[in-house]
């Protein structure tokens, strides 16, 4: 099945610096690829996803990418503030598109 | 969080009692997803729904079983709960056409002693 790698486990940043969390995938044939951020105490909530037909996809101030070839993408967050701060899942689906694999998280931490 | 409540929201229980989670929708989604979370393993899929009565196991099944005889309810059951099943679970749905965006519920934390 599906396996998907995330990294790095922890990241702290400045404010206004930017973050880069990135994630592999093993099945070639996933399509389909959402980042979710979870706050304390809250369920995990969708903020971008991408595509397999689609290299990059943005929305204000996070961005994902996606290379194919490689099958790694990555989520591109600028001008961190502090209510970035929490933990960021990436995820991979399979082929048709009804389950998805999650990365390990990602505990992001931006220093006012 | 997407017209899905879950209940209780917070449990406590014994060793080789029965459990039972639910999930309630409001936004007439066909596919329903149960995950645990744990520290250190991220998310993972313990079964999931495509329809009313359509259900098939995930990657971590093994005392569990669900139900679903209603397009707004999902039903989680630990048929007799173990330590190891202590953990944060959320119910996931996404819509009819496919898969593809899942939106989370607050989650239940289950603690079994």
């Known amino acids: 099945g599906e396996n998907v790698e995330q990294h790095p486990s922890t990241l702290s940043v400045q404010e206004g610096d930017s973050a880069v969390i990135k994630c592999t995938y093993s099945?070639?044939?996933?399509?389909?690829f959402p980042w979710y951020k979870q706050e304390l105490g809250k369920g995990p909530q969708l903020i971008i996803d991408?595509?397999?037909?689609?290299g990059e996809k943005k929305d204000q101030r996070i961005a994902v990418t996606l290379n194919k070839t490689a099958k790694h993408f990555s989520l591109h967050i600028t001008e961190t503030q502090p209510e970035d701060s929490a933990v960021y899942f990436c995820a991979a689906s399979n082929n048709a598109g009804n389950m998805l694999t999650f990365g390990g998280g990602t505990r992001l931490m931006v220093k006012p | 969080d997407a017209g899905i409540t879950q209940s209780p929201r917070h449990k406590v229980t014994e060793t080789g009692t029965p459990v039972t989670l639910r999930c309630h929708q409001t936004e007439n989604h066909r596919y329903m997803y149960w995950y645990r979370q744990d520290p250190g393993h991220g998310l993972r899929l313990i079964h999931y729904s495509y329809g009313v009565k359509d259900t098939d196991k995930g990657e971590v099944s093994d005392g569990y079983s669900v139900s679903r005889s209603k397009t707004e309810d999902f039903l989680l059951t630990l048929e007799s709960a173990t330590s190891s099943q202590t953990s944060v679970y959320f119910c996931a749905i996404a819509p009819f056409s496919s898969g593809y965006e899942q939106y989370f519920g607050p989650g239940t934390r289950l603690t079994v002693t």
């Open positions: 099945d070639s044939a996933s399509n389909y």
């Open positions: 991408i595509r397999s037909n689609v």
